[in-house]
Nanobody
Framework: QVQLAESGGGLVQAGGSLRLSCAAS????????MGWFRQAPGKEREFVAG????????YHADSVKGRFTISRDNAKNTMYLQMNRLKPEDTAVYYC??????????????????WGQGTQVTVSS
């Protein structure tokens, strides 16, 4: 079992930057594939980015490609999402998630086993 806790959200002006962190408890973090998702009011939860257990493979949604970067530090049991050139449409609650199978980076939230509580990101125009 792993527990996840996001931090780093907040209010930022359009064009600004934020870095989200996802701290994980437990010794098995390094074997899990990880992902960032977001959910805006009235919308489905959507995939933002994912990273393999080693950090060697990453995927980013088209809507954030070139602006957001996912990474992880297994020694610190932490995953990150660097968000640059933020837009008002990036406003959402951002969640980190862990997939204990670890073998593939899924875009479907149903494939993930553990979730954090979420952190709010608000981008003003």
């Amino acid at each position: 079992q792993v527990q996840l806790a996001e931090s780093g959200g907040g209010l930022v002006q359009a064009g600004g930057s934020l870095r989200l962190s996802c701290a994980a408890s437990g010794r098995t973090f390094s074997s899990y594939a990880m992902g960032w998702f977001r959910q805006a009011p009235g919308k489905e939860r959507e995939f933002v980015a994912g990273v393999s257990w080693s950090g060697g493979t990453t995927y980013h949604a088209d809507s954030v490609k070139g602006r957001f970067t996912i990474s992880r530090d297994n020694a610190k049991n932490t995953m990150y999402l660097q968000m640059n050139r933020l837009k008002p449409e990036d406003t959402a609650v951002y969640y980190c998630a862990a997939d204990r199978s670890g073998g593939y980076v899924w875009r479907d939230p149903q494939e993930y086993d553990y979730w954090g509580q979420g952190t709010q990101v608000t981008v003003s125009s």
